[in-house]
C-alpha cells in the first residue's frame, strides 16, 4: 500500500528536455525560425519510421487529417467512414473538409475499427476509410486494405496515437494511401504543436506540400488555393530530437506494459491482436462494474487516470441528427465507451510507481 503522502502519478508526462532547449535555442538564434532546413531534415528523418515513405509536415494532426482529405480532393456530397471511438479530430477532419462521417463499431480485440463494419458500410457515396490506431494499437490494416482495394477507395491511417506501431513487422502510416501523425506534447514524441502526413504517392505529397503553404512552391506563384498549416523550424528542431529517443521511450511503454499485464488481475487489461506491435499511447483497462468508484479509487491512491473518450463521437453535439444519436448501431463502442480506463505507462515511470499503479488498479477493481 501507499503511504498517504507518495507523490501523484500523473496520467502522461510530456519531456521538454534540455536538447530540445538546447535544439530551439539554437534555431531561434539563427533567425530562420519558420519553415526550412529544420522542417526538411526532420521528414527526411521520419520517414525511417514509415518504410521511406514520402513525408510532408504541418502544424498538427488535425492539419495532417484535413489537409490529407483536401489533397484527395474529398468534399461535399463524400462519405468517409470513420471509427465512432476516437478523438472528435477523426470527425472533424472530414465535417471541415465538407464530407460527411459514416460511423462504424469497434472490435473488443483491439479498440480499432471493425473491417466487417466498415464493407458494411459502404455506398456509392463512399470515397475513404480512416482507421484509427488508437491507444498505439495498429488497427486491422491486413483486413481493410483488400476491402479498400476492392471498392477503389482512398485509406488514411489516423495515426496520431501511433508512432513505430506495426502489424505483421510493417509500420502503421505505410499501408494507407496516406498516414496522419501528431505531435501534440502528450503524444508519444512531440513538437510542442505538429503533424506529419506520410504517403507513398509522390503526386499527392507535391499537392500537399503546396496546400499547406498558400498553394506555392515558387513564392509568390501561387498555382492552387492553399491554406497555412506550415511547422515552424523551432518546433521541427524540438521534433528531430525527440524522434531520436522514440525507439527507446517506445520500449519502455511496452516493457511497463508488460509489467503492468502481469500483475493486474482486478481490471481487463488491454488487449493485443495476433501480429500487432502496440506502442501503449495509452494503457487502457477494461472495469465491468463501477467505473466511477474505481476512478475515484485510483485517484485517492496517487495515480492519475483518465477516460479516452468516455462519449463516442456520434454523440457529440456537433454530429446529433436533429438532436439526437443518428442510426448508428454501434453496441461494442457503447460498452467500451462505458468500461474504459487509462492508466499512466509513459516512459518516465520507476519500477516503483509501476508497482503503486498496478497494487492501485487491483484495489481500484475491487472498488468498482
Ligand atoms: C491527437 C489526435 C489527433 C489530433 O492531433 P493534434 O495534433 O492534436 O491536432 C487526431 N486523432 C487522434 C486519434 C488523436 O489522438
Redesign the pocket.
Known sequence: MPGLNAEFIPPARPVIGEAEIEAAVRVLRSGMVVQGPEVAAFEQEFAELVAGRHCVAVN????A?QLTLMGLGFGPGDEIIVPSF??A??ANAVRLVGAEPVFVDIEPGSFCIDPAAVEAAITPRTVAIMP?H?YGHPAAMDRIMPIAERHGLAVVE?A??AHAAALNGQPVGSFGTAGCF???PT?NMHSL???MITTGDAGLARTLRLLRNQGMEQRYANEIVGANMRLTDVAAAIGRVQLTQLPEWTEQRRANAKFLDSRITGMITPPVADAAKHVYHQYTVRVTGDRDAAQRKLTELGIGNAVYYPTPIHRLIPYLVDGKPGPWDLPETEKAAAEVVSLPVHPSLSQADLERIADAANIAGGAA
Not at 498538427?60 to 492539419?63: F, H, I, L, N
Open positions: 498538427s494532426g488535425t492539419s487529417l476516437s478523438f479530430a477523426s484509427v488508437l489516423d496520431a496515437q501528431s505531435f501534440y503524444k504543436e505538429g503533424g
